[in-house]
């Protein structure tokens, strides 16, 4: 099923360099891994893939280096079939990159350089309104200058187009923002730091969210990794279970999580089965090694789970 309505994402790409190993490292520990890969990554990016893959029309905004790391980003993204038509090139600055270690549990530890993303200013994304309107949805992270972010929000609500914010790295952030986004999905850490309240089940996370929801936020939904999902969307909670699957690496299970979410919000899905959709494409993604190449596509999770 393809999605006749648009879902525009604006955000990071990165280039990813994984080392698996047994554990993590003390400070000051040298540990031997085990695998060492590169594959693309970056929040932005790894939505865009996830929301095309699952039958989403994508456009995909953000800002690279005059560099083979952002060529080659680039063009995987075409081959993805995302439209890159709008994409920014920095001549003096790289293009982000990530050093991710996964433990042998599936766990990572991730540390960013942004790069280009980093210079992604306002000026830079002043074509992005011209796509919006009531039938877009705009997926944003935080992995791009939040005074883009502002602009992009303000410029979205002008046109009557759902913002969707995934808070992410965690940080605080405004309530003139937060009033102006349509869903909200920090993960356990990111609705903590929102809100103070320790997010680590059910009840905090729905504690959080009616935290949230009185700084102005309309909807909320907290990710919680693999004890599920809760949702307080039109006043009213919603709880999903994580699926069950033996989870080789967590990176990029939030992004392919929003990505899903914004494909079935496009598709007139109630938020149950939204959050529904969208934990049976995270969950299949924590069962293989990556950011981009372990989003599933529809038909996988079509075949995987038989109600999607």
Do not use: W
């Not at 695998?35 to 953000?62: D, H, I, P, W, Y």
């Not at 405004?174 to 997010?199: K, M």
């Amino acid at each position: 099923m393809i999605s006749t309505s648009k879902i525009l994402i604006i955000g990071s790409t990165n280039t990813d360099m994984v080392i698996r190993t047994d554990r993590f490292p003390k400070p000051g520990e040298t540990i031997l891994g085990t695998e060492f890969f590169m594959n693309q990554g970056g929040k932005g990016a790894n939505q865009a893939v996830a929301a095309a893959r699952l039958g989403g029309k994508v456009t995909f905004v953000s800002c690279v280096g005059d560099d083979l790391f952002g060529k080659n980003a680039v063009q995987s993204l075409v081959q993805e079939g995302v439209d890159v038509t709008y994409m920014q090139v920095d001549p003096n600055a790289p293009s982000g990159v990530a050093v991710i270690t996964v433990d042998s549990v599936g766990e990572n530890h991730i540390v960013v350089a942004p790069g280009a993303n980093a210079t992604f200013v306002p000026e830079d994304a002043k074509a992005v309104p011209s796509l919006m309107d009531t039938d877009t949805v705009l997926l944003l992270q935080l992995e791009i200058p939040i005074p883009t972010v502002q602009y992009l929000v303000t410029e979205a609500m002008q046109k009557n187009t759902r913002v969707v914010l995934n808070p992410a790295p965690a940080q605080q952030l405004s309530e003139e923002l937060l009033r102006n986004i349509f869903i909200l999905t920090p993960n356990e850490e990111e609705a903590s730091l929102l809100t103070g309240i320790e997010v680590r089940d059910e009840n905090s996370a729905m504690a959080a969210a009616k935290m949230l929801k009185e700084k102005g936020v309309r909807n909320i939904i907290i990710t919680m990794g693999a004890k599920g999902a809760v949702a307080l969307y039109d006043d009213e909670f919603f709880c999903v279970k994580a699926k069950e699957v033996l989870a080789v690496d967590t990176t990029a299970a939030g992004d392919v999580f929003n990505g899903a979410l914004v494909v079935a919000i496009q598709e007139g899905k109630s938020i149950l089965e939204a959050m529904e959709f969208a934990s049976c494409a995270a969950a299949i993604a924590v069962t293989r090694l990556g950011a981009q190449s372990s989003s599933p596509y529809r038909q996988e999770l079509e075949t995987s789970f038989q109600k999607i």
